[in-house]
């Protein structure tokens, strides 16, 4: 049978450190509410991304709309539509409208040139996306917040252990959001946290992700429940100890598959700013047509090479939000029709990338372009 290749696999720890990890869990019974596990965590994280104080929660989607709901903000937001489902879900369910920003075609991330235009005096806030971990204009950004009074939240779910000019990119924006879903580079199986350094806004979160209670007679929020339990923090404490090395790993074999696309007619790269990289993924532009990067997608899935077409099709696109009008964004859409990404995570072999670059050659066929 022909092993089948993904465009990413969880990073696990050895077993027997996760179970030394959760043993005492049987003992203290305690597997919820903010536990020790959990508490160790998120100090353990905040050094480790030498960032502002960081909360926790179950997942990163909550953790987004936990932000939101804290910054208590109502109008628009700019933000962009070249990006998971949970980016734009998030600002809609909190009752905000989204405005979309076209993004750049270096890098996929929102176009800063562009957002002034875009501001209303309904705009409250600028949403980007650290796309594919690939660092946000943030100073660009944070210059047009500070002019407009915008509130900045990063969704940094692709950006975990990235630096801009050796800065942690959590210390940019009001807030910033990690995601810790099993795909991401940092797992804690589900989870998510956000960063913030002002701390009332800390203190709305912190009740907001467990109910509104602020002790065990008062409750003064309508909140939700979004707390991390004991079992996913003992995973991302485990996690933590390895991240480095499989950040390592990634980062030869994405120089591998680099050095074999750069040999190829009908392949661009995108390019990244950031001082330190996680090689969270590995995307790739196919030359032409949606009709070609569908078809080379279709002949690697035919080989058992699993790659994706991530992001497609853009948020601003969704059925759900069909009944809406948004403004084009033309090279979103482009990107969103030639992006292929390609296997990329610690497990996978330098024999395995050349495969795939080989199977990647052979799928575009004859070289020409828009075919």
Not at 114 to 132: C, N, R, S
Not at 208 to 232: C, S, W, Y
Request: charged fraction near 20%; proline fraction near 4%.
């Amino acid at each position: 049978m022909m092993k089948k290749l993904t465009v990413t696999q969880p990073m696990l720890p050895l077993w027997e450190d996760f179970l030394r990890e959760i043993q005492d869990l049987w003992e203290t019974h305690q597997l919820a509410n903010e536990g020790p596990k959990h508490q160790r965590l998120q100090k353990a994280l905040q050094m480790y991304l030498s960032c502002p104080p960081l909360l926790l929660f179950s997942h990163g989607h909550q953790a987004l709309e936990c932000a939101w709901e804290a910054l208590a903000l109502e109008g628009e937001v700019i933000t962009t539509p070249y990006t998971f489902s949970s980016t734009t879900h998030a600002l809609v369910r909190k009752g905000l409208k989204p405005v979309f920003c076209d993004v750049c075609p270096e890098d996929a991330t929102m176009d800063a040139s562009l957002i002034e235009a875009l501001i209303t005096p309904d705009t409250v806030a600028i949403f980007p996306v650290h796309v594919y971990g690939h660092v946000c204009d943030v100073e660009a950004i944070g210059r047009l917040a500070q002019r407009y009074h915008l509130k900045v939240i990063y969704d940094a779910a692709h950006a975990f252990g990235v630096e801009y000019q050796n800065k942690s990119i959590a210390c940019y924006g009001d807030i910033t959001m990690f995601s810790f879903h099993a795909t991401k580079v940092f797992h804690t199986l589900e989870g998510g946290a956000l960063v913030c350094a002002e701390d009332e806004v800390l203190k709305r979160l912190a009740l907001l992700r467990n109910f509104g209670i602020e002790d065990q007679e008062h409750v003064v929020a309508v909140g939700t429940n979004a707390k991390m339990n004991e079992m996913q923090a003992a995973m991302g404490l485990c996690n933590l100890n390895i991240v480095d090395q499989e950040m390592a790993k990634r980062k030869v074999l994405a120089e591998q598959y680099e050095r074999n696309v750069r040999t190829m007619q009908g392949i661009d790269l995108f390019r990244r700013r950031s001082s330190k990289h996680n090689y969270a993924y590995m995307p790739v532009l196919v030359q032409g047509t949606k009709n070609r990067r569908d078809a080379v997608f279709t002949k690697l899935r035919d080989e058992g090479i699993l790659v994706r077409k991530y992001f497609y099709p853009l948020t601003s696109e969704f059925a759900c939000y069909h009944q809406e009008s948004y403004a084009a964004t033309p090279i979103a859409k482009s990107l969103s029709e030639r992006v292929l990404a390609l296997p990329l995570y610690g497990d996978l072999t330098l024999d395995e990338v050349d495969w795939v670059c080989y199977s990647l050659q052979k799928a575009l066929g004859p070289n020409t372009y828009g075919s």
